[in-house]
């Protein structure tokens, strides 16, 4: 008996970052989209917790119970007295350390995946709940689709979508850690007012309508200075996008993956075969959005 959750990446269409709060964390306006790359987590019983991944950079992943897999497990278990003797297998296709989720959607797949295998019959808020402790980000791997979120990011107000957009995502030859983009943030804030995060009319307004050049001239992302800051050549990659023909680039979340609308599937290939030829990236893939959350296959 195994289960089997697949689970999406995202992307940030706008990300409005506030000052530092006391707990460390910054206060956002994060709207997310969830897009059709995916990793697929399969819990099975086994005589102890263990973690296995494959797929690309999959070297990169920590397979102790820093795995944000193996933490989602252990979180429910403790909640529901559970012993934890549970294989995780992530097949991993969404970009490691790459801005769009991944870890964070492992948990909250590993988390429906374990629910579903051991009975637990946890309700969707209190997975919510869990998802919340895992990470900012985790509450809307688990919800999919288009989301704000508010807070640390983990406060969720579903969103309406009027149609599909068209992504193509450029994967970074190196990673950018998550705090060290919010440090370097903080460091270029340094002596200005940072405002209040609100979240855009004109991006909520262009996702009701399915309208990708409004979104274009909407989106915006406050880490992209931090990140191109970090790491100066995704300029590089984001002019190649352009110039390739994208309607908007844009970091995405807090790097280094670079994300390119284009306004349909057949734009979406060219954008993608002309940045595969720029050598300014190590791999490009296109997604779609939005797609549903973690679901059980
Ligand atoms: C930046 C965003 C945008 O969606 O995602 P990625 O680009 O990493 O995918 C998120 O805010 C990342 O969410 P997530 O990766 O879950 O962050 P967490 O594990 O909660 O926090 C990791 C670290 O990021 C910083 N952090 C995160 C969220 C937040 N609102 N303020 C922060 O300052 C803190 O330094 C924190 O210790
Ligand atoms: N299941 C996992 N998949 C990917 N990274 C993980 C996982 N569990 C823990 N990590 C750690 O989290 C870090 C951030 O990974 P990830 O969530 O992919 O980045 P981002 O939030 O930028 O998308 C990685 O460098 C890795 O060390």
């Given amino acids: 008996m195994s289960v089997t959750v697949r689970v999406p990446a ?10 530092a709060r006391p707990d460390g964390f910054h206060e956002l306006a994060n709207v997310f989209l969830a897009v059709g790359l995916y990793d697929e987590v399969t819990a099975a019983p086994a005589g102890e917790l263990r973690v296995t991944c494959a797929g690309p950079d999959a070297e990169q992943v920590p397979l102790d119970r820093t795995n944000l897999a193996a933490r989602a497990a252990l979180a429910l ?8 003797a549970v294989h995780l297998h992530i097949a991993k296709d969404i970009p490691v350390a790459g801005g769009m989720a991944g870890g964070s959607a492992d948990g909250a797949a590993a988390l429906v995946a374990c629910d579903a295998l051991w009975g637990t019959g946890a309700s969707r ?4 709940d869990i998802c919340a402790e895992l990470g ?18 983990e406060m969720l107000t579903p969103l309406e979508v009027g149609g599909t957009f068209h992504w193509v995502f450029a994967l970074a030859r190196r990673g950018l850690s998550t705090p060290a983009v919010f440090r370097e ?16 009319p004109d991006v909520l307004a262009a996702l009701a309508k ?3 050049d409004a979104l274009a001239l909407a989106v915006s992302n ?16 984001l002019a190649a ?11 995405s979340g807090s790097g280094p993956t670079t994300a390119f609308l284009a306004s349909d599937a057949g734009s979406a290939a060219e954008v993608a075969a002309v940045l595969r030829a720029s050598g300014t990236c190590r791999a490009v893939r296109t997604a779609e959005g939005p797609v549903a959350g973690a679901t059980v296959v």
């Fill in 10 to 19: 995202k992307v940030n269409v706008q990300l409005a970052v506030g000052a």
């Fill in 77 to 84: 278990a403790e909640r529901h007295g559970v012993e934890p």
């Fill in 125 to 128: 808020d209190e997975l919510l």
């Fill in 136 to 153: 900012s980000d985790v509450p809307f791997s688990l919800v999919g689709g288009a989301a704000l979120g508010t807070g640390r990011g």
């Fill in 185 to 200: 943030f903080d460091r270029l804030a340094e002596g200005r007012d940072v405002p209040e995060p609100v979240a855009s």
């Fill in 210 to 212: 399915g309208d990708c």
């Fill in 222 to 237: 406050d880490l992209q200075p931090a990140a191109l800051s970090l790491f100066p050549e995704l300029s590089d990659t």
């Fill in 241 to 251: 996008g352009r110039a390739a023909g994208a309607l908007a680039a844009l970091v």
